[in-house]
């Protein structure tokens, strides 16, 4: 779909940014985008990606009713463009799902999603000691199997959280918008403090060494699979 007027002036900032451009702008707005984050832990990078103009967004943070109400209504007017939904699961359709994970109820949602087939690369932030983002694309495995420790119980916060996250929320972003590759086997971008380095993940095992979950094997597989 063409940006209106209204939108190329609204988003002009990036579409202007070298390497972006209108054309990864509507990509964007016609994405929808899977958050997993505790109570605590979703914003800025919710506010950053309603700014941006990701069209529509499922937040599932075990946010009360008044909570959620007050959330979506300040995400509207920040931008209209955007469909703000609270939700109990993750949605089957998602093209990225953002994971936020410092709380062991974050943790529970996304493991519970590894069960069940889901669309999309899984873009998975631990907030707490070490601090790592995982970059998981479809048929690499799930956070459950891919060996990184993705879903142990979390651990003290680490000091820069809020930086991990929104260098999280950037990785999505630039998924959405098709701007960025993703290598077959996904990355890990570990932190000390605010220096950054990045690797590759090792594939997961297959055959008789294949995790118990069994995403690698199956023709769909959990989570982050098509």
Do not use: W
């Amino acid at each position: 779909m063409a940006l209106t007027d209204r939108q190329i002036e609204r988003y002009s900032r990036q579409i202007l940014a070298s390497g972006f451009g209108g054309v990864a702008q509507e990509r964007l707005l016609a994405a929808r985008l899977a958050i997993v984050a505790g109570r605590d832990d979703p914003e800025p990078a919710l506010s950053y990606m309603v700014g941006a103009g990701v069209g529509a967004i499922d937040l599932i943070d075990g946010a009360n009713a008044d909570a959620a109400a007050e959330r979506t209504a300040r995400m509207r007017d920040l931008n209209p463009d955007v469909a703000l939904r609270h939700a109990d699961r993750v949605p089957r359709d998602c093209d990225v799902l953002l994971a936020l994970i410092s709380d062991a109820d974050a943790r529970s949602t996304l493991d519970a999603a590894c069960a069940d087939p889901r669309a999309g690369t899984a873009v998975i932030a631990r907030l707490d000691v070490p601090a790592r983002v995982a970059l998981i694309p479809p048929r690499a495995g799930c956070p459950r199997c891919v060996g990184e420790a993705l879903l142990e119980p979390p651990r003290a916060r680490a000091e820069h959280a809020e930086f991990v996250a929104m260098v999280a929320a950037i990785e999505a972003l630039k998924l959405l918008a098709g701007i960025a590759l993703i290598g077959a086997a996904g990355s890990m971008i570990e932190f000390n403090g605010l220096a950054a380095s990045t690797r590759t993940l090792a594939p997961p095992a297959s055959g008789p060494d294949a995790p118990a979950c069994g995403c690698v094997r199956a023709p769909v597989g959990c989570a982050v699979s098509r």
